[in-house]
């Protein structure tokens, strides 16, 4: 069966960190990009970052310089390092896996159940 989990949510104060892993099991991460999206109370869901394959990287203008997206291949996981943490961080951080880097929903045919991060001002 295929499965993405995610960890490492939890509430952080603004300027904080956390590192969010995405753990695959019943497939290997190796060949599929990778993204973190993020759905923040009554808002919709949006991209944050991704990062294909060939470990090229993609991240919207509100993260950059502030999160960083990385992959363990080794540890079939995938991890995003947020630091500097806003209070309009604070969200719900989802991971997905499909077979390219794209910021449509849809092109991910894998999604994890989510994990929480309140960031406090």
């Known amino acids: 069966q295929v499965h993405l989990v995610e960890s490492g949510g939890g509430l952080a104060q603004s300027g904080g960190s956390l590192r969010l892993s995405c753990a695959a099991s019943?497939?290997?991460?190796?060949?599929?990009?990778i993204a973190w999206f993020r759905q923040a109370p009554g808002k919709e869901r949006e991209i944050v970052s991704c990062?294909?394959?060939?470990?090229?990287?993609y991240y919207v203008d509100s993260v950059k310089g502030r999160f960083a997206i990385s992959r363990a291949n080794a540890e079939n996981t995938v991890y995003l390092q947020m630091n500097s943490l806003k209070p309009e961080d604070t969200a719900v951080y989802f991971c997905?896996?499909?077979?390219?880097?794209?910021?449509?929903?849809?092109?991910?045919?894998?999604w994890g159940q989510g994990t929480q991060v309140t960031v406090s001002s």
């Open positions: 997905a896996a499909g077979p390219r880097s794209s910021w449509r929903e849809k092109t991910y045919a894998y």
């Open positions: 990062i294909n394959s060939a470990d090229a990287t």
């Open positions: 019943g497939f290997s991460l190796d060949y599929y990009a």
